[in-house]
């Protein structure tokens, strides 16, 4: 199995890229302690001690998750939320503070927080939180699970050249394989119908957009038929898949 050098199974990016994490807290020593629990999972780790400085760092990191502490000194994490949601839509965040009211508790879900520690709190349950978050968005995967993809329940296993969603195998095509697996190894990201023929079918984009609509649809009616869709269409960008929520 691989581990990291805390033991955990070692997690990356569906890419095999290491996970990118920014830690925002304007208390240094305890960004460092963080920083450093969170290098020693393999992942990449950037810190900022108030709110303009994590838009700058998240502007370069485009990180996976967020470490946020609720009180800084230029404003509070809630706000910086709001506006790390426009650098990146789809970053994980996990809440520091030093309150505990089920008021706080609430304004933090509520704003787009995914999770919510309260000071004082150990580094194994920040670590645990984070895992479980990246897992749970898609975004992560454990290298000892082999040459797998997996964003929700839908699984693909690149050597055996197989796709599941909940357990049920789904039948593709070459093609169609090879479209999934370009959106799988970006989840929640939207791919434009230039970058999925380049990709996919290795030509430039010039009037056969409708190659990509085409096989979008056959992926729709095999991976979505009956099930809550994961394949989503944006008016005028183009594709992502995301997993669903419950």
Not at 52 to 77: I, K, N, S, W
Not at 197 to 207: A, H, K, N
């Amino acid at each position: 199995m691989n581990t990291t050098r805390s033991g955990h199974p070692a997690l990356t990016r569906p890419d095999g890229t290491p996970l990118r994490v920014l830690v925002v807290d304007d208390d240094p020593d305890l960004a460092e302690v963080l920083s450093g629990a969170l290098r020693y999972e393999g992942w990449q780790v950037r810190t900022a001690g108030d709110g303009a400085a994590a838009l700058t760092e998240a502007r370069e990191l485009m990180p996976d998750a967020v470490v946020l502490d609720v009180m800084l000194p230029d404003t509070d994490g809630f706000a910086v939320l709001r506006s790390l949601h426009t650098v990146k839509a789809d970053v994980c965040v996990l809440f520091l503070t030093a309150r505990d009211a089920v008021e706080d508790r609430i304004a933090g879900i509520t704003a787009g927080g995914d999770d919510y520690v309260t000071k004082p709190f150990s580094l194994e349950e920040v670590v645990a939180r984070l895992r479980g978050l990246l897992r749970r968005a898609g975004m992560a995967r454990q290298l000892d699970e082999g040459p797998r993809l997996i964003v929700g329940d839908l699984v693909m296993d690149e050597e055996a050249r197989e796709v599941t969603r909940a357990g049920q195998l789904i039948e593709l095509s070459p093609t169609e394989f090879e479209l999934l697996r370009f959106l799988m190894r970006n989840p929640r990201r939207v791919l434009s119908k230039a970058q999925i023929l380049d990709r996919v079918w290795s030509y430039d984009f010039g009037g056969r957009a409708h190659v990509v609509e085409l096989y979008i649809s056959y992926l729709r009616k095999k991976v979505d038929a009956g099930r809550e869709p994961m394949i989503h269409t944006v008016r005028g960008a183009g594709y992502v898949l995301k997993p669903v929520t419950s």
